[in-house]
């Protein structure tokens, strides 16, 4: 055929649009879908999503199989496949079935700002409490009043010092009296005020009336229950020890109560709170009172 | 896009869906992903929230106690199975073929009220196991996002269902191929977060326990501070 090279390329335009057109009416190929340049109005068909869907069944198969040793769950070996895997699968999801692949490159552009917006709110929320954590813990904890139900003079029990009154938490002789100012209900001994007060013991703890915490074992009738706890021990001994060594013997079922009480988790709570002698012997007088 | 479905359409097309607009993309497109965008930073936080207090409950169950991977595993092939449905019926709506359309969006709503079937049964497990919401941080903060997850699954049904309805009326080009897509779309994101939660929840988060068991996440971020520092 002897065509000059102009009318050639025209031929050739013409072909590369009927194509287009043709193309148009019918599925992209595969690798083409996939990986190469689609051209906009040709979309993909059983064949295409089929095999993604495939693909991405797979994957989630991978993902299972990876946790399936027992050694596995949990580690933080697998922590970086698993988030290759998924985030595959999730741009397969978005390029593909969503077919952001072939859309204006704006949508591309509203969604990943949105999704990378997403990402630095989660990090920042993660690294802010996660990572920076002890500090603030280790300012408030001292300093924290615990949260009281059902008190007949709500301002009475509410009022407290103001954090400017409270004075620093390092030092242990100031820290005792600096509760009971507003805290102290009338009538109330200096064990309980403490309880409720500096010594946080409610946070955790239930009296009936005074205070109902949840974390570690009702503390009504322990006066009673001390006694028997452990075999030697006075019910006096027992408290003694039980607030000054906590570890050193965990109440739970066995002592008849309806669950077991974690082991270490009084002194992790307490790491911040300092208790006097006095103080001690304070809380020690005031829960024997409890029968 | 706007040419595209100008091209495509069935006859019966309405012409509404062809307005010009000064992007080239259909406004209530724009609008969806524009709101998908937005839900990415919903569904941020709430996993942020997750993974600032896991393994930090400090009463059971925890999740190792009650998370059961393989079942989940399996509801999470149903959401992708119904992720390729919608898809194919996105293409059935492209080519004008309003039955096939049909089958496939009832294919799809069979399989995502199955996902819906399995959250119910595990939060019911969880209840009767003594995992109430207010139980601990890790309770809070999975039924938190898992049930946000499970509405917009409820919602995308609900919409789904109103589309095949739509579809089963009007045998000529309604619901528009436009209708099918964006509603496609919110389904995909809804799968798509799903693989997120999936992985972080189940996969990596599975097996946590009290604090002191929560050890791996506790070296992997001295590591990440030591690195910092």
């Known amino acids: 055929m002897s065509t000059n090279p102009g009318q050639e390329a025209a031929m050739a335009h ?26 906009e109005g040709v979309h993909g068909g059983l064949k295409q999503y089929g095999l993604l869907a495939i693909f991405l069944a797979i994957i989630t198969l991978i993902e299972f199989l990876i946790i399936v040793p027992e050694g596995l769950q949990g580690s933080g070996v697998v922590i970086a496949p698993l988030v290759i895997l998924s985030v595959i699968k999730f ?3 978005v390029a593909f079935f969503m077919h952001l692949k072939f859309e204006h490159e704006l949508l591309w552009q509203i969604f990943v700002a949105g999704l990378a917006l997403g990402l630095v709110v989660a990090l920042s929320l993660v690294l802010l409490f996660g990572v920076f954590r002890p500090t603030p813990r280790a300012f408030s904890e001292p300093r924290q009043v615990p949260f009281e139900h059902h008190v007949e003079d709500h301002h009475e029990a509410v009022a407290r010092p103001l954090p400017d009154e409270l004075p620093p938490p390092a030092d242990p002789a100031d820290l005792a009296p600096a509760a009971p100012a507003g805290a102290t209900a009338a009538g109330a001994s200096p064990g309980q005020t403490l309880f409720v007060g500096t010594a946080a013991c409610a946070s955790c703890h239930t ?14 009738g322990i006066a009673s229950a001390a006694a028997n706890r452990i075999s030697g021990y006075s019910a006096e001994e027992y408290i003694r020890e039980s607030i000054v060594e906590p570890d050193a013997y965990t109440a739970g079922t066995a002592d008849g109560l309806s669950q077991d009480y974690q082991q270490g988790l009084m002194s992790a709570t307490m790491a911040g709170i300092v208790l006097s002698d006095e103080d001690v012997e304070a809380l020690v007088e005031y829960l024997l009172q409890l029968r | 896009m706007a040419h595209a479905d100008t091209t495509h359409a069935p006859p019966a097309h309405p012409p509404a869906h062809e307005e010009e607009t000064t ?12 709101f998908l965008g937005s839900d990415c930073l919903f569904f ?13 409950s400090i009463v059971g169950p925890y999740p190792r106690d009650i998370i059961d991977v393989p079942i989940t595993t399996v ?24 039955k096939r359309l049909i089958q496939w969006l009832w294919l799809t709503i069979v399989l995502g009220s199955i996902f819906i079937g399995f959250q119910v049964y595990e939060f019911n497990l969880f209840r009767v196991e003594g995992l109430r919401y207010e139980t601990n941080l890790f309770s809070s903060t999975f039924f938190t996002l898992t049930g946000f997850h499970g509405a917009h699954v409820t919602l995308g049904i609900f919409w789904l269902i109103c589309l095949a309805i739509v579809a089963a009326r009007n045998p000529a080009g309604r619901p528009s191929h436009l209708d099918v897509d964006i509603a496609g779309l919110y389904w995909h994101f809804v799968d798509i977060v799903w693989i997120v939660i999936f992985t972080l929840l189940y996969l990596i ?8 068991a929560g050890h791996a996440a506790v070296q992997g971020w001295n590591w990440v501070t030591g690195l910092i520092s």
């Open chain 2, 75 to 98: 509801s999470t092939f149903v959401l992708l199975m119904s992720s390729f449905a919608m898809v194919m019926g996105v293409a059935a709506a492209r080519n004008g073929n309003q």
């Open chain 1, 91 to 93: 741009f397969c999801v």
């Open chain 2, 23 to 34: 992007t080239g993309i259909n406004h209530r497109k724009l609008l969806m992903w524009v």
């Open chain 1, 207 to 220: 009296i009936q009336g005074v205070a109902q915490g949840v974390l570690g074992p009702p503390l009504d």
């Open chain 1, 14 to 39: 013409d072909e590369h649009a009927a194509h287009e057109e043709h193309a148009a009416h019918e599925d992209a190929g595969i690798s083409r879908f996939f990986f190469g340049h689609v051209p």
């Open chain 2, 44 to 56: 941020g936080s709430l996993i942020a929230t997750y993974m600032v207090y896991r393994g930090q």
């Open chain 2, 205 to 212: 988060g599975g097996f946590d326990g009290p604090p002191e």
